[in-house]
């Protein structure tokens, strides 16, 4: 195939030969020395040299001679062709310089091939192949990649790109702790499916080689090997680390994952509250732990020491310690702690802690919502960061994080709910606020076993009162210091509208008509207090990413008024009053209609056109600001009697989406869903 098609590649600007292998074809899996000394010397590696291997192996084969000139045992015309391919990869390689031509062990797939035992899918699989296909010119040339990182031919060994290009193969070694069941076992799967040797560990050997032997059959067991470790047992600490030191020499990758609840906790009860990262509310606790330039290793033991004397004393809830898990809580937030100082201890080392997600695992009674195999890949990803890669940072599943904090407006139902609980889910602090505080507290209850309920506070707000916004400004400002994002969501409908009406016109079955708004005046007047207020309190609370819900804000038939909106470079806080004291003087006089102001649920098409414009007004006046107004959709909520098409959770992507967007992020947008579009 590839001599009939080299003409034809040469022609090409950017030729590619990919040739689909396997790690079978490793030349660790070839016992016959001879056969392994002629395909590891690349110098000397030519085509004839292969052929040499093949018809000796083809002639012991006839022979019956396998087992006595030491073939592979299983599936030796495979590995044997998969070897020579490798080979032949590196030939080729060679010979056509300007040639991109790699070989790739795509991992362990479920095709027909090995019965569909695999773990990965075709998918999965498809995509080593193709990244190679589409490296750019220049890339590397005569490498084999076991998925998508380049790795040794001779052993399982596995390095990153850029090593691969270099030309070095230094084999990897890793250790993962309280690696038996759960996390740390996916986590020792997926660092092997990479070529690295796994030292697999567990505090009970019975149960760390029965999770041995639950690797047979999934293609990444002869990469990893088990060893006893209890954490807690300098002796069993020791004994591991001179293992790893006789037997490899050296160790590339820690990941420390063992732990335990440090409680008994009644599994029904459990499940009924839910869990998630927990808080520090003792403020001396924060207050050391959150100081890294001053951290030590002392001072951490400080607040430890002081929380086991509270505890021993019964005085934890009167000194402010976590009220739900705290030791469990605690032992977090010093390992977060210890991170950072080992961090800046070891400035060569990569040194990172990650909160996998909600996982479900025995410590949490399988509550989670997130599968071992999504946990385990964000700690894999920071395993396997490439050289200058982050240190001394916390990550939430896979993004960094230094404790974002959010600000939800009408959030104790409907899309704001929504929004609270997905951006809860990124790690993010959310202020939940609603109007009514009953209402506000069982908005918070409902989050209760969702996971993320730590990751959420209440506080009472009424946006069209000053004195609540300050309030809120307030609390924000002492609680956190800062604000990073604010979500104004607060709503009204601006009118009494009939449900089936509304439904009718929703579907196409009727038409809107100037009887249907009735009482608009109360609150649209709260409608526009709210707009004044909104930015008052920006510059206190410091806010980074300001997002706006808008949905029908296009819709103005009045020619004035849509020419004032419109002028993006005029447009002022003034000007957008005056469209709005229009609006309210044709209204008292019964103008409405006249002036071709809009027919249906004027009051809050108004509005949500002047917070449209008022969202470009902000976006001029902060541009370090990242700030956008959205339409979510329409979606199925209260304010339009559950009428529409799309869900809460469909409706809150476009709003979290605009959230954390990175720094440098658009902003003066509109939105329709998660596509920007004319404010028009």
């Known amino acids: 195939m590839i001599e009939a098609f080299i003409p034809l590649l040469q022609l090409s600007d950017s030729p590619r030969i990919v040739n689909v292998s396997s790690a079978t074809g490793k030349l660790k899996n070839i016992s016959n020395e001879w056969a392994k000394g002629v395909l590891s010397v690349a110098e000397s590696l030519t085509e004839e040299r292969v052929d040499e291997v093949l018809n000796e192996f083809l002639k012991d084969f006839k022979e019956g001679a396998l087992q ?58 498809a995509a080593c192949p193709v990244k190679l296909v589409l490296l750019p010119d220049g890339g590397p040339s005569g ?164 929380f086991l004397k509270d505890f021993q004393e019964g005085a934890l809830q009167a000194k402010c310690w976590p009220a739900f898990l705290a030791a469990y809580t605690l032992s977090k937030a010093s390992m977060n702690a210890y991170t950072r100082i080992l961090a800046r201890k070891y400035p060569s080392f990569c040194i990172n802690c990650v909160c996998p997600g909600y996982v479900k695992t025995d410590i949490n009674h399988n509550t989670g919502i997130l599968t071992v195999e999504e946990g385990a890949a964000c700690p894999v990803k920071l395993a396997l960061l490439p050289d200058g890669g982050p240190s001394g940072l916390f990550f939430v599943r896979d993004e960094a994080s230094s404790f974002e904090y959010a600000v939800v407006t009408g959030a104790n139902k409907g899309i704001g709910f929504e929004i609270c609980k997905q951006l809860a889910s990124h790690g ?129 038939p009045n020619e004035w008024a849509k020419g004032v909106l419109s002028d993006a470079e005029s447009l002022t806080e003034e000007r957008v009053d005056d469209v709005l004291n229009e609006f309210l003087k044709d209204f008292k006089e019964g103008a409405l209609q006249a002036k071709c102001w809009p027919a249906f649920m004027v009051a809050y098409a108004v509005t949500k056109a002047s917070m449209n414009a008022y969202t470009r007004i902000l976006a001029r006046k902060y541009p370090s600001f990242c700030i956008n107004c959205v339409c979510p959709g329409y979606v199925k909520t209260d304010i339009n009697y559950n009428t529409c098409t799309f869900t809460v959770e469909e409706g809150a992507a476009g709003p979290v989406k605009r959230s954390v967007l990175p720094d440098g992020g658009p902003s003066g947008l509109f939105f329709f869903r998660d596509e920007a579009s004319s404010f028009e």
């Open 68 to 125: 006595a000139k030491c073939s592979p045992a299983f599936l030796a015309a495979y590995t044997l062709s998969k070897a020579s391919m490798n080979a032949y990869t590196r030939i080729l390689a060679r010979k056509y310089p300007s040639f991109c031509i790699n070989c790739v062990c795509p991992g362990y797939l479920k095709t027909n091939i090995n019965h569909n035992t695999g773990r990965l899918t075709v998918e999965e699989g």
């Open 428 to 556: 993010i602090i959310v202020v939940l606020t609603a109007r009514d505080e009953k209402r506000g507290t069982e908005a918070l209850e409902k989050l209760q076993g969702s996971g993320v309920s730590d990751h959420v506070v209440f506080h009472q707000l009424d946006v069209v009162d000053p004195a609540s916004v300050a309030s809120l400004a307030e609390f924000v400002k002492n609680q956190f210091g800062r604000l990073d994002i604010l979500v104004n969501n607060a709503g009204l409908r601006g009118s009494e509208v009939d449900a089936d009406t509304l439904e009718a016109v929703v579907t196409g079955a009727g038409s809107a008509h100037g009887d249907w708004w009735v009482s608009c005046r109360p609150y649209f007047n709260r409608m526009i207090l709210f707009s004044h207020n909104l930015v008052s309190n920006l510059a206190l609370c410091g806010i980074d990413e300001l997002y706006v819900i808008e949905d029908c804000g296009k819709n103005i």
């Open 143 to 306: 490498v084999f990649f076991v998925r998508d990182e380049a790795s040794s031919f001779d052993s399982h060994s596995s390095l990153t790109m850029a090593e691969g290009v270099n030309g070095s193969t230094t084999q990897r070694y890793a250790v993962v702790t309280g690696a038996n069941k759960g996390i740390g076992f996916e986590i020792c799967k997926q660092l092997a499916s990479h070529g690295i040797t796994v030292v697999l560990t567990a505090r009970d050997e019975k149960r760390g080689t029965e999770a041995l032997e639950k690797l047979k059959g999934s293609g990444v067991s002869d990469h990893v090997v088990f060893h006893q470790l209890d954490v807690v047992d300098p002796a069993s600490v020791a004994s591991l680390a001179e293992f790893v030191k006789n037997q490899f020499g050296r160790l590339d990758i820690l990941v420390n994952n063992a732990g335990i609840g440090g409680a008994v906790v009644d599994a029904d009860a459990f499940k009924a509250l839910g869990i998630g990262a927990g808080n520090i509310p003792n403020e001396w606790a924060k207050g050391v732990l959150s100081d890294a330039e001053s951290l030590t290793e002392e001072r951490v033991d400080e607040v430890l020491n002081e």
